[in-house]
């Protein structure tokens, strides 16, 4: 078997993120590279909570329309996804909960009677009985379970994933691929460790999905990594004091989502006139306002990259899965450093709650970008007006003269001035600086080239897209060409990945077609529009029949 | 805090050079006076260099402090200056910083940080240049204006009623909390030093004349008494204190300590991840090995 697909669902509380990633885990420990989508409509209790686990030989990032294995611990589960179950859909089910089903029950509700376990290792039992019926040995499960499971709730989940596992019958064997495990890592997660990678010394957040997870990690890690996590009052509080931390010396990062960017762009300025450096992590839902909260959308792109009350330069990339995830957080932070700009690294809930196997020697080598700073000889000014733009960094109390930052007009030192010839001056300096950072741009891949090298057809896309794009592609013969480096926008790499291009569909997650109307603004044409703006990403097949209208 | 012992610069070069564009008369020069005067005194008998303070600014006309006084600076934002303080003071514990905040810019625009920054006991110094009126923008009512006060935005008259900015940071847990009166130059002193050597915290209001929109010296003049004799690791008294001038009425308005506590600061939880003892490759891939 090359790939499989396996959904659990159940009612929120029941821990099905848990249970999702455990299943990824173990086909990841038979060699599999997984992906996992998980849905959840923005409740604490009930509704209908449901993961989608795919795994294949090759690196995937998206999902497939039906499933190989259902693991359903309610009806609800069965009942919303008849359509994803196919005659050989192996359906394993907790029979005190599903009342009609066909396929593999489990009497969860005896088992852990009998065990004495408590509610929360129900799905232990359907994670065993899955192990049964996919032909997984039962000790690739405990292997998983003593890394995943708290060491004094180990032996009561083995017990009942025994049970389980010895309730179903095995159906079908999934093949060992015999490679090492990656960790299964989500995308907040990999932009946490590519943030600390980059120089993270603090990171500050005001909770708010998709990002509320990279914030969690890294408080849960902070020791591990050395980095201080600060939750403030709010996002304006989270931008300020990021900028303090910044002005002090420290390298600081935020996460957020567009409803907390809102709140970021008065600061956003701040750091644009200011020319105080911060990074930012976005992670995109559906808006506008609150929106559908704990659902996908990519729709925040010309809010990024034109918030702000002003001109100034600043660096939006947008990784389309964990690898790029993990190199662009240490160069985006670096760079915002070396530029002393606002970076921001947008990205979605697909990506940044989604799980992914995490190979981080393909992430390749994070570059060296150190900060320009005084050469504590001469009188410090805070806004040396320079050649290539960039005026070297002190920060106190080691600085030859005071460290004067400033939110108004200001002169070489900082003060603040009004003097057309200072403003103005100020301004060319700045705009100077956007240039450097464009040319050393030029040394990135900005753009990135998949599918079908010489195909006269190309799908462009962004972000977590990319995945579904690359598997779609392949089957109609095209190429699939996207941006990474938003600004500033790549124009020459573009230009080139796009020779003998004579047909140009877009695929984004909104209504609008955003990379579209940018590359438009670049002078691109792109001749369709595949959208999807429902809260969920393209799976594979859907996207393949998509295009099927389009391509023909 | 090893080289506290040098005596930084002279405090001759406190005052920049920048254009002072106050109206003559205001209050802002007494507070501008004693600051420079009480930083050189604690340089001079502390020890503390000058370059270890660092004053962060809001926007008003008491935000043109950052350019005239000659030391580390961010001028910042309307409302803002206190997260901002707050990170620079995490970033490095070994700075004094002190945040001046107009009464407009801190207790209507950046009302949720003054509150979140007393009660996580930051360990900066907040001074509130409090006119109870808005200058720069030409005479409309803040949230310390009397009750009826005519301002451009209120010609008949304001029907809220001031808020106690001292009652209000006392709730808060604010560890220190003075008053000051421009008119009154050596006890002004002498609370900038008191606030800037508090551990914690630290709040003074300062009433200050503005000469142009709103010139209070007579009646407080009429009103002013120094506290005395009071316990001020005394919360009840200290709000007692607080309570006895709401903001409007005739009744005396004390200047002094109210409250002067000790307790713990934020951020000292983070000082021991200064020490960093590996690679910051070597701590991702370890983290890593938990996700695999
Ligand atoms: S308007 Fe008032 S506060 Fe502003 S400078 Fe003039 S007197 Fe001072």
């Not at chain 1, 993120?17 to 604490?44: C, E, K, Q």
């Not at chain 1, 939750?231 to 002090?248: Q, R």
């Not at chain 1, 970008?369 to 001469?378: Q, Y």
Request: aromatic share 10%; proline share 5%; net charge negative.
């Amino acid at each position: 078997m090359r790939e499989c697909s396996v959904m659990i669902g159940g009612k929120a509380g029941e821990g099905i993120n848990t249970a999702g990633l455990t299943i990824a885990s173990l086909f990841n420990h038979l060699g599999y590279r997984v992906y996992m989508y998980f849905d959840y409509p923005s409740l604490i209790r009930g509704g209908h909570n449901f993961a989608v686990i795919r795994a294949a030989e090759e690196k995937i990032g998206a999902t497939r329309d039906t499933f190989d294995i259902l693991l359903a611990l309610d009806q609800n589960c069965i009942d919303r996804h008849t359509e994803a179950i196919r005659d050989d859909t192996i359906v394993v089910y907790d029979s005190y909960q599903v009342v009609n089903a066909t396929g593999h029950p489990i009497d969860v509700d005896r088992i852990l009677k009998e065990e004495n376990a408590p509610q929360i290792t129900k799905n232990s039992a359907i994670i065993g009985g899955f192990c049964k019926a996919a032909g997984i040995a039962w000790e690739i499960l405990t292997d998983v379970f003593k890394t995943t499971v708290p060491e004094k709730y180990l032996d009561v989940n083995l017990r009942v994933a025994r049970r389980g596992y010895d309730a179903a019958p095995e159906v079908i064997r999934i093949e060992p691929l015999g490679r090492p495990t990656l960790p299964v890592l989500t995308g907040n997660q990999a932009a946490g460790l590519g943030l600390v990678r980059g120089g993270l010394d603090t990171l500050v957040a005001y909770p708010m999905t998709p990002t509320s997870n990279l914030l969690h990690f890294l408080a849960e890690h902070a020791d591990d990594l050395s980095v201080k996590v600060i939750h403030p009052e709010n996002e304006i509080g989270v931008m300020l004091m990021a900028l303090g931390l910044a002005y002090a010396g420290n390298k600081t990062a935020v996460c957020t989502s567009g409803g907390g960017f809102c709140l970021m762009t008065e600061g956003l300025s701040l750091a644009g006139m200011s020319e105080t450096p911060v990074t930012i992590v976005l992670g995109q839902r559906p808006g506008p306002s609150t929106g559908v909260p704990t659902y996908t959308s990519q729709a925040d792109l010309h809010f990024v990259l034109n918030a702000g009350q002003g001109e100034f330069p600043r660096f939006v990339v947008v990784p389309g899965d964990l690898e790029e995830m993990y190199y662009w957080s240490a160069v985006a932070l670096g760079l915002a450093w070396k530029y002393q700009i606002p970076s921001i690294i947008l990205t979605d809930k697909t990506l940044a709650e989604g799980g992914y196997t995490f190979d981080i020697d393909a992430s390749g080598a994070i570059p060296e970008l150190p900060p320009v700073f005084a050469d504590g000889v001469k009188p410090y000014r805070r806004y040396a007006a320079t050649e290539d733009g960039i005026s070297p960094l002190a920060f106190p109390p080691e600085s030859t003269a005071p460290v004067k930052a400033n939110s108004y007009a200001h002169d070489e030192a900082g003060f603040t001035t009004e003097k057309a010839e200072l403003v103005a001056g100020m301004q060319e300096k700045v705009l100077r600086k956007a240039e450097s950072l464009h040319r050393e741009l030029e040394t990135f891949r900005g753009v990135e080239v998949a599918g079908v090298a010489g195909a006269g057809i190309a799908l462009v896309c962004w972000g977590s897209e990319k995945a579904a794009c690359i598997e779609a592609a392949a089957r109609f013969g095209v190429k699939v060409v996207r941006p990474l480096i938003f600004a500033p926008f790549p124009v020459r790499q573009w230009r080139e990945a796009m020779l003998g291009v004579h047909r140009v569909i877009a695929v984004e997650n909104n209504a609008t077609g955003q990379l579209a109307r940018l590359l438009r603004q670049n002078g691109f044409w792109v001749d369709e529009l595949v959208l999807k703006y429902d809260g969920r990403p393209f799976s594979v097949d859907e996207l393949e029949r998509r295009l099927a209208e389009v391509i023909g | 805090m090893s080289n506290e012992k040098t005596a930084g610069k002279p405090a001759g070069n406190l005052i920049s050079p920048a254009e002072n564009t106050w109206c003559p008369g205001c209050g802002n020069f007494s507070i501008e006076h004693m600051m420079k005067s009480a930083l050189a005194e604690l340089a001079e008998s502390k020890g503390i260099p000058l370059e270890k303070f660092v004053i962060v600014g809001g926007i008003g006309c008491h935000g043109k402090l950052t350019d005239y006084l000659n030391v580390n600076s961010f001028y910042a934002i309307h409302g803002r200056a206190i997260p901002l303080a707050t990170g620079i003071k995490l970033a490095n514990p070994d700075l004094h910083v002190i945040c001046f905040v107009g009464d407009g810019d801190t207790y209507a625009e950046g009302l949720d940080h003054l509150v979140f920054a007393a009660k996580r006991n930051a360990d900066i110094t907040v001074i509130v240049h409090d006119n109870r009126v808005y200058g720069l923008t030409t005479g409309q009512y803040t949230p310390t204006s009397p009750y009826g006060f005519k301002g451009r935005s209120t010609p008949d008259g304001i029907t809220e009623r001031p808020i106690n900015p001292l009652e209000l940071m006392l709730v808060s847990g604010a560890t220190f909390v003075s008053r000051g009166y421009t008119k009154k130059l050596k006890p002004l002193k002498q609370t900038f030093k008191d606030a800037i050597l508090h551990e914690g915290f630290s709040f003074v209001e300062v009433l200050q004349i503005c000469a142009t929109y709103f010139n209070l010296t007579d009646c407080y003049n009429d009103q002013v008494y120094d506290l005395e004799g009071i316990d001020t690791t005394d919360f009840d008294q200290a709000l007692a204190k607080a309570r006895e001038w709401d903001y409007t009425s005739l009744a005396r308005i004390p200047l002094g300590t109210f409250y002067d506590r000790k307790m713990p600061v934020f951020g000292e939880k983070f000082r021991h991840l200064e020490k960093r003892t590996r690679s910051r490759d070597e701590a991702v891939r370890a983290v890593l090995e938990e996700y695999r």
